[in-house]
């Protein structure tokens, strides 16, 4: 809580990684419950990232903690940011980073410009992920597109093999 005078305080919410480099902040406490418990279960959300990110960069694994870092901060909600460390890995030279960075891409667009994600994009990604992971995540991104689209029975399909690349 910061004082801008002798008769008001400002009070300001801020999410530190375990390195203690400023993962986001926020100008004020939100005076409702639910807007409130929103704020906690982003942090929530992205606390596992943040953890993720500084131990790869601890190891020296760069581009493990860059889209790690990624993910944890459109868990936050900075879209700007987590483009931007995306669209860098998306033709990074490990592999497994550029198909990750393309499947969340296709994930961001739909949430930040209102796209729709390619099925086939995504489908290309997951059989052909080099990783588990890349597979895991393209099958379940498949799925949630599939769902959204009301096709239950081809997103349980997509689900299942997500489950069986995991």
Known sequence: VTSDDETRSAARVAVYDPSGNLAIQWA???QSSKAFTRMLNMVAL??????????????????????ATAVAVLA???AVRGRALLESLRDSTSEEDGQLAAIYLERLNRI???????????????SA??????RF???????NLRSEDV????????????LDSA
């Open 28 to 30: 004020g406490v939100p």
């Open 46 to 67: 992205a606390e596992p990232g943040l953890v993720d990110a500084h131990r790869f960069a601890r190891e020296g694994r760069v581009a493990a903690a860059q889209r």
């Open 76 to 78: 936050l909600g900075d």
């Open 112 to 126: 930040e410009v209102g796209r729709k994600p390619s099925e086939e994009v995504l489908v290309a990604l997951a």
């Open 129 to 134: 992920g080099v990783t588990p992971l890349v």
């Open 137 to 143: 995540e393209g099958w379940m991104a498949t799925g």
């Open 151 to 162: 096709r239950y029975a081809d997103a349980a399909t997509a689900y299942g093999l997500a």
